[in-house]
């Protein structure tokens, strides 16, 4: 019998389109407080849940600064009725003891300290404000060997990165 795990998380409608999605790119472009960082959290914490053994996913501020205070507080929040879930404070991360998967909340302040991890899935938050190879030099190359999925959020903040990524999933570019 598989136990009923409840995590205090309510989709907006817009996100089950996310949700549902099996595409491996995903660009979200919603005005702020739309709740795309609530929903991406929540889509990392599924994930980490139904995973195969060792699965690594990252949540990427624009600082690792903003991703602690942005949403640290969170992903613990919706994580906590999950057993054998553990936190680590120091390296913000979210254990998941029943499969030895793990999310790490990461800064993109500093790129070169990503090279190297492989990665599963990827919330890159405000991506506008991020340096425009962190994606190309470096996290397409962790994502590379395991096929993972990236996901970017953000709200439009004149042509950027963000931008000509929006562009490019839109076909545009």
Not at 12 to 24: E, G, P, T, V
Not at 125 to 147: G, H, M, N, T
Not at 148 to 167: H, L, Q, R, S, V
Request: proline share 3%; charged share 25%.
């Amino acid at each position: 019998m598989q136990k009923i795990i409840t995590i205090p998380y309510r989709q907006r409608n817009w996100a089950r389109a996310l949700h549902d999605s099996s595409k491996r790119w995903n660009v979200l472009v919603c005005h702020r407080r739309a709740g795309k960082t609530t929903a991406c959290i929540n889509h990392l914490i599924r994930d980490a849940v139904r995973w195969k053994a060792g699965g690594r996913f990252a949540y990427i501020a624009p600082t690792y600064k903003q991703a602690k205070a942005i949403a640290w507080d969170m992903a613990k929040l919706y994580s906590q009725n999950i057993p054998g879930v553990t936190t680590n404070e120091s390296e913000l991360r979210l254990d998941f003891q029943h499969n030895s998967t793990r999310i790490q909340l990461l800064g993109a302040d500093n790129p070169d300290s990503l090279r190297g991890i492989g990665l599963d899935g990827v919330v890159f938050d405000e991506y506008s404000q991020q340096p425009s190879s962190i994606f190309s030099e470096v996290v397409s190359k962790c994502l590379a060997d395991r096929l993972g999925y990236a996901i970017w959020i953000g709200t439009p903040k004149g042509k950027n990165e963000f931008y000509k990524i929006y562009k490019q999933s839109v076909g545009d570019g």
